[in-house]
């Protein structure tokens, strides 16, 4: 049972710009904090972002802030990554739950992910 699909991740080169999207399979997901997470090769799962229920609370990671940017419509869950850098080639994880984490432990739905590659 998918409960998350992201998509909008390609090829871009470095300076350029990506928006993700993560579309919940049910209504509900529209009062669960959503998170951003990727995973680049041969490393760990990384927090990257992440936005309440209600949209009035988004919470970054250092190696982010101030070029991506995490929204919502309801259960559309989007993030907006400008001035990407090869540094951030990996697949993107959208996920959700009933409370905000600003780690990647806690999250109980996941989505498939979607791989972003950014060229020199």
């Known amino acids: 049972q998918v409960q998350l699909v992201e998509s909008g991740g390609g090829l871009v080169q470095a300076g350029g710009s990506l928006r993700l999207s993560c579309a919940a399979s049910r209504r509900t997901f529209s009062w669960y904090a959503m998170g951003w997470f990727r995973r680049a090769p041969g490393k760990d799962r990384e927090f990257i972002a992440a936005i309440s229920w209600r949209g009035d609370t988004t919470s970054y990671a250092d190696s982010v802030k101030g070029r991506f940017a995490i929204s919502r419509d309801n259960a559309l869950v989007y993030l907006q990554m400008n001035s990407l850098k090869p540094e951030d080639t990996a697949v993107y994880y959208c996920?959700?739950?009933?409370?905000?984490?600003?780690?990647?432990?806690?999250?109980?739905?996941w989505g498939q992910g979607t791989q972003v590659t950014v060229s020199s």
């Open positions: 996920a959700a739950d009933q409370s905000l984490h600003s780690d990647d432990v806690g999250w109980r739905y």
